[in-house]
């Protein structure tokens, strides 16, 4: 069989190159056929320099008319060719006295590379060639050229020699079809193995439009059957945890009762069904998994809050994480406020937390005496200890992996009990892309805002008019409202967006002499911040000048006005959160994106969507098609966005059939879900296990 093959089993794999090869994870001879072309080269035909434009990729056979090298900024050889139809010009950066010495007048090259426009006429830049003996044609390929994810070391030329002779071994004994016939006849699927053949190897003739897109029939049978095992994976992540037990958290009526109370407002419609399904989840003897979605301002935290407040009155503890400090201390000062009153002890956790004070709270945590630990990925460190975890809840779950959601729920683990999860993200999800990331989580969505909201007016406007800008900052004001202005950079280097800041303050306040000016940025000290952030919420600042690092939980209903700097470097989910923190109260609210130009075409797009919408659920759905499931989710969004073949967005149509063919076979065929979800996700399948 080939997934028990070893891949030094085929010639030129020695000890190194499998090594290498393990390494971007191929160790059988069906990992390589599973290692899939990501695009296609058309050397099928030689084509006469005349034709060609820029931008394609081209086989030629010319001779060679001059060879030069130019000094310029960079030494390069210039390699004038022709064919009698046109010239071209080849461009070496590096190249060797030998390599120079073959390039004489008259010398005939067979060549292929991608044509681009050059200072004086088309070229080629490092094209690949070879040189023709007098009167020689070489045979052109008979099929299209794959072209393979590559890593370190590891060649096109090695990874066609190792997917040829895997694609010889291949046959219906040693690769198992895993999806049965009648369950690929309602799909309309083809075979597996010819889809293999036809993907590595796609003859001449074949649609390159419909492979470069992916949409190829045996692309989509792949693309189908890889989507599947990741669906699989995360229900089988699920099944596992239906079998685990959790605490039964039914009591604390009276407490609930004592906290809704002290709330100035009630809870909306949605907010209260939510509440309810995850009460009823807490009641249950296995671990609640949920994913609670809804909108910037919808009112994530207090539903929380709810949630923790049955946690506790069950007598257990109950952690709250949240990918940065700063949404972590708004989180602990909502939390403690509430709290506080209840008698209930809150703690707060972050990497800074050091020395004696850390120690107290770790024997606080251990002895269950501190009930409610808020804090950043701090919570996952080893002398984390809980005496008595009956509830985990995450924020922002797209910046975490599955992996440390499930790290701090092994932290929880007591007399063969794990806690409750409850994730929230204000980062809505298309329900296609969640049917397929989140099957090991149920789903709620909170699609309601609270009253007295007001919408949002959106505008862009160019660098150019900064002035009007910062005029409208003066008369907002002096109106009595507050305002955001944030300074985005494209860099990563915390320091130089810290110092733009600091620029941009220090313009602003020259600008604006009566106007109280106040920075925030990710390098202040939490005590610096947190003083300055309270300064704003309590009306003492008029203007708050700060980084993206106010993205997400700070709450000031008096700020009607929020300026975005270079708008068209930031994402529409970013953007969206950022303008979530105006509109809070019941003034009229504005959000200025300032932009520089020449904007590009997807940046024009998303400033539109901005002015368009204020749905959060529409903003992801546009920003899925303008960017892909792996910018808009992250990287963090560890082994799920890992495909090989299949594209979340491209093929989510295929969702629903993945979903029933997933409950079909885990009923009719369910010793084939294993092999299946191993030979897509290999070391990947720790999701089953974990």
Not at 225 to 254: F, I, W, Y
Not at 563 to 574: K, P, S, T, V
Request: aromatic letters at 6%; proline letters at 5%; hydrophobic letters at 40%.
């Amino acid at each position: 069989m080939l997934d028990e093959t070893p891949v030094v089993t085929l010639r030129g794999v020695g000890p190194k190159s499998a090594e290498k090869l393990a390494a971007f994870g191929i160790e059988t001879v069906q990992d390589v056929l599973f290692h899939l072309p990501r695009r296609y080269e058309d050397r099928t035909r030689v084509v006469p320099l005349g034709g060609l434009r820029p931008g394609d990729h081209a086989v030629a056979e010319v001779s060679v008319d001059l060879a030069e090298v130019k000094f310029g900024r960079r030494r390069s050889l210039l390699v004038r060719v022709s064919d009698g139809t046109g010239s071209l010009i080849l461009r070496f950066f590096h190249f060797s006295k030998a390599q120079q010495a073959g390039f004489e007048r008259g010398v005939r090259l067979r060549l292929y590379g991608e044509v681009r426009r050059g200072p004086a006429s088309l070229e080629m830049v490092h094209p690949e060639y070879q040189r023709l003996a007098e009167g020689d044609s070489l045979p052109t390929e008979d099929r299209l050229t794959p072209i393979y994810p590559t890593g370190d070391g590891i060649h096109q030329l090695t990874l066609r020699n190792l997917s040829d002779q895997a694609l010889e071994m291949l046959d219906d004994d040693n690769l198992p079809e895993w999806l049965p016939g009648t369950l690929r006849e309602s799909m309309g699927l083809s075979d597996l193995r010819a889809a293999l053949r036809y993907v590595h190897r796609p003859p001449v003739g074949a649609d390159l439009a419909a492979l470069e897109a992916g949409v190829h029939p045996g692309q989509q049978r792949l693309a189908f059957e890889e989507m599947l095992a990741h669906h699989l994976s995360l229900r089988a992540v699920r099944q596992r945890a239906t079998r685990l037990q959790a605490p039964q958290l039914g009591e604390g009526d009276a407490l609930m009762q004592q906290f809704y109370q002290q709330l100035s407002f009630t809870l909306t419609g949605a907010q209260q069904r939510v509440v309810e399904e995850i009460l009823h989840d807490l009641a249950q003897p296995h671990p609640m998994m949920r994913l609670v979605q809804g909108d910037v301002g919808s009112g994530k935290t207090v539903v929380a809050a709810v949630a923790a407040v049955r946690a506790l009155a069950s007598g257990y503890q109950v952690a709250v994480m949240a990918p940065t400090e700063l949404l972590a201390e708004q989180h602990f000062d909502n939390f403690q406020r509430w709290f506080d009153a209840l008698g209930i002890r809150t703690g707060w956790l972050s990497g800074r937390v050091k020395g004696k004070a850390r120690r107290e709270l770790m024997e606080a945590i251990q002895s269950g005496e501190l009930q409610l630990l808020i804090g950043t990925h701090a919570l996952f460190q080893d002398d984390v200890v809980f005496g008595r975890l009956g509830l985990v809840i995450i924020d922002e779950q797209h910046r975490f992996g599955v992996h440390q959601r499930l790290a701090l729920r092994d932290k929880g683990r007591e007399n063969r009990l794990v806690p409750h999860q409850l994730i929230m993200t204000a980062t809505p999800i298309p329900r296609t892309l969640a049917m397929a990331l989140y099957a090991d989580l149920d789903s709620s969505v909170i699609d309601e805002l609270p009253p007295g909201r007001t919408p949002v007016q959106t505008v862009a406007l160019a660098e150019s008019r900064r002035a009007e800008v910062v005029q409208r900052v003066q008369e907002a004001c002096r109106d009595g409202r507050q305002a955001y202005w944030v300074c985005t950079l494209i860099e990563e280097s915390e320091s130089l967006q810290c110092q733009a800041a600091e620029d941009t303050a220090a313009q602003l306040a020259e600008a604006l002499p009566e106007l109280r000016v106040e920075l925030v940025h990710g390098r202040l000290k939490d005590t610096d911040k947190a003083q300055r952030m309270g300064a704003f919420k309590q009306g003492e600042v008029d203007l708050l000048v700060a980084t993206t690092v106010i993205e997400v939980g700070v709450d000031v209903p008096n700020a009607s006005l929020m300026i975005i700097e270079n708008a068209e470097r930031l994402g529409l989910a970013q953007l969206h959160q950022l303008r979530g923190r105006v509109g809070r109260g019941s003034a009229k609210s504005s959000c200025v994106l300032l932009y520089k130009g020449p904007l590009s075409q997807m940046a024009r797009e998303r400033l539109a969507v901005l002015r368009e919408t204020s749905d959060g659920f529409e903003i992801a759905r546009r920003d899925l098609e303008l960017r892909g499931p792996g910018e808009v989710l992250g990287t963090r969004q560890t082994g799920m966005m890992q495909f090989r073949i299949a594209d979340l967005l491209r093929d989510q149509a295929l969702v629903p059939s993945v979903e029933r063919s997933a409950v079909w076979l885990l009923r009719q065929a369910p010793g084939h879900v294993a092999p299946i979800i191993r030979r897509w996700l290999g070391h990947a399948t720790r999701y089953a296990q974990a």
